[in-house]
C-alpha cells in the first residue's frame, strides 16, 4: 500500500531515505529512522532493579507448591483426592485411566484393596 506522501522522507543522523510503500515505512522506523518533521523519541533510561538474595539451601520461589492439591493423611481411600487415588494404585501396579470419573477409580481402588 502506498504512503499518504509520496516520497515520505525518514532522516537518521544525516542520513535520509525515501519512503514510497508502507513496507518500505515500517522498515526504517526499525532501524531507526523518523519521519521527517517528527521528533525523535528518547528512549527511559534502563532502571537498575533491587537484587533478589536466596539463602544457601533455600529457593526463592517454588511454584509446584502452589499447584498442588492439598494432600490426606491417606488413611482411607474414601478420603483420598482422585489424583491420590491414581497415586496409590500405580503404586500398587495397577495403571487406572485418569479421564474415568472419580466414582470408577475409587470402586477399581477398593478392588485393588480387597486383593491385597
Known amino acids: 500500500?502506498?504512503?499518504r506522501i509520496l516520497p515520505t522522507?525518514?532522516?537518521k543522523g544525516s542520513i535520509?531515505?525515501?519512503a514510497y510503500y508502507t513496507i518500505q515505512?515500517?522498515?526504517l522506523r526499525a532501524a531507526g529512522f523518523v519521519e521527517e518533521g517528527e521528533k525523535a523519541v528518547a528512549k527511559k533510561p534502563i532502571e537498575k532493579q533491587p537484587e533478589i538474595v536466596v539463602e544457601v539451601g533455600a529457593t526463592a520461589?517454588?511454584?509446584t507448591d502452589s499447584l498442588q492439591e492439598p494432600?490426606?493423611?491417606g488413611e482411607t481411600l474414601e478420603e483420598?483426592?482422585?489424583a491420590e487415588l491414581l497415586d496409590w494404585a500405580l503404586d500398587r501396579g495397577h495403571d487406572l485411566k485418569n479421564a474415568a470419573p472419580k466414582a470408577e477409580i475409587f470402586a477399581s481402588c477398593k478392588e485393588i484393596k480387597a486383593e491385597l
Open 80 to 82: 483420598m483426592t482422585k
Open 61 to 63: 520461589y517454588d511454584s
Open 71 to 73: 494432600q490426606s493423611d
Open 1 to 3: 500500500m502506498h504512503l
Open 16 to 18: 535520509r531515505r525515501a
Open 25 to 27: 515505512a515500517r522498515e
Open 9 to 11: 522522507w525518514f532522516i
